[in-house]
């Protein structure tokens, strides 16, 4: 069994929804190769300096997510996208101490094979955005701001998408507007929506 992160510890102590699904599928975890890390508040786990799979805990379900789970195989069909949006990570959902258990075997095996990947040096293809992709307001702001398009041509693809999907979101041209305004700081640091 691997070594224990106290930061997993504390987080494991402080929570009250799914803390006995979330120790338990810890360990089933720390019964693989990977190093347990604390990120981004929430157990994660590292193979080769690489984030592998992260756990969280939601309303109504919890999960153990593969960040780049579109690359697994899924021979058991048991990950699915966690939003419509999402090109990389898969999720596995669980509800219960029996899903954790039932599903223990698959989530090794998927583990394994994630760090094969990982081994091999195989990425994700994203799918990328063309300029007509970028809602009108962002066009005009680029050609005002020729920096910030050099800016957010530097951001991952991921942090495109974030900023795309929360500026397109809006329905008047006024409210993209403003939402552009509010980020451009943000994106000329280089930092995502959610940095």
């Not at 990982?118 to 799918?127: A, D």
């Not at 962002?138 to 020729?146: D, M």
Request: aromatic share 12%; glycine share 6%.
């Amino acid at each position: 069994m691997n070594q224990t992160n106290p930061s997993v510890d504390g987080f494991l102590d402080k929570t009250s929804k799914w803390k006995e699904e979330l120790t338990l599928l810890r360990q089933v975890l720390l019964e693989t190769d990977l190093i347990e890390e604390f990120k981004w508040y929430q157990p994660c786990y590292t193979f080769d300096h690489n984030n592998v799979v992260i756990l969280g805990g939601f309303k109504e379900y919890f999960v153990v997510s593969f960040f780049k789970g579109a690359l697994l195989k899924d021979n058991h069909k048991v990950l699915v996208k966690p939003g419509d949006n999402t090109q990389s990570a898969r999720v596995i959902k669980m509800t219960s101490v029996e899903d954790v258990s039932r599903l223990a075997p698959m989530i090794k095996e998927y583990v394994k094979e994630a760090m094969k990947n990982e081994k091999s040096g195989l990425k994700v293809v994203f799918e990328s955005k063309s300029e007509s992709d970028y809602p009108l307001e962002l066009q005009n702001r680029f050609i005002e701001l020729p920096e910030l398009k050099i800016a957010f041509e530097k951001l991952t693809p991921g942090r495109q998408n974030a900023y795309l999907l929360y500026f397109s979101g809006a329905k008047q041209s006024a409210t993209k507007k403003s939402r552009i305004e509010k980020y451009e700081s943000k994106i000329l640091e280089g930092l995502g929506f959610y940095d």
